[in-house]
């Protein structure tokens, strides 16, 4: 089965500042998505991640604050931008086979002090 | 805008016993697909089972089970000789036909009781 691997698994970092995580997977997926999970919340949708294109960002999310990209079928990375506390979350990405299936990755867990 | 209802947010089971896990969600479509996840401590989400709303029988992986009523809009989880490794907040999930996005309910933390 294939395999998403992301980095870093966790960070902290100060308010005001960047972070991008980086996401790969081990075969090719028709789609890739990334998700934020706040603390003890559910999972939402920040974004599709397009191949060659920008991204498609989902209500309350902009391309300012989360910046994705996709040079090519198995890699994307997400940036979350100027850090506040409110960003605090796990942030996890995933892909889409052929057959429907979206799988995920570890996460990347974020605090924001 | 579909949404997905989980109600219980917290589940108990003794080991090798039978839980079931409830979601409901609503939608006006007819074409649509509906998942269970399952996080562990570790945040791996793991996709359990899936069924498919045109079909009528209801899916099933080994132990886990769903009882899928579509006039109901139900979509439940039954997990069966229940094991220590079960023990993850569980997520219930929908799709519409056509689109690949994910909607999820705000899972379920499933315990198990040696």
């Known amino acids: 089965s294939a395999v998403i691997s992301q980095k870093p698994s966790r960070d902290i970092c100060q308010r005001g500042t960047s972070l991008t995580i980086q996401c790969q997977v081990d075969?090719?997926?028709?789609?890739m998505f990334w998700y934020r999970q706040q603390p003890g919340q559910s999972l939402t949708l920040i974004a599709t991640?397009?191949?060659?294109?920008?991204?498609?960002?989902e209500s309350g999310f902009v391309i300012d604050k989360f910046p994705i990209s996709r040079p090519n079928l198995t890699f994307s990375t997400l940036t979350v931008s100027n850090m506040s506390p409110e960003d605090s979350s796990i942030y996890l990405c995933?892909?889409?086979?052929?057959?429907?299936?979206?799988?995920f990755g570890p996460g990347t867990r974020l605090t924001v002090l | 805008a579909q949404t997905v209802t989980q109600s219980q947010p917290e589940m108990s089971v003794q080991e090798a016993e039978t839980v079931t896990l409830s979601c409901t969600y609503d939608?006006?479509?007819?074409?649509?697909?509906l998942f269970w996840y399952k996080q562990p401590p570790s945040r791996q989400m793991i996709l359990v089972i899936r069924?498919?709303?045109?079909?009528?029988q209801n899916a099933t992986e080994n132990r886990f089970s769903v009882n899928f009523q579509k006039a109901a809009k139900s979509f439940s989880l039954k997990i069966s000789d229940s094991q220590l490794g079960d023990a993850a907040m569980y997520f219930c999930?929908?799709?519409?036909?056509?689109?690949?996005?994910?909607?999820f309910g705000k899972g379920t933390k499933l315990t198990v009781n040696p």
């Open positions: 995933s892909g889409l086979r052929g057959s429907g299936e979206q799988f």
């Open positions: 075969s090719q997926v028709t789609m």
């Open positions: 991640a397009n191949q060659g294109s920008e991204a498609t960002y």
């Open positions: 939608t006006s479509e007819s074409d649509y697909y």
């Open positions: 069924q498919e709303a045109y079909k009528q």
């Open positions: 999930a929908y799709q519409q036909g056509g689109s690949e996005k994910l909607v």
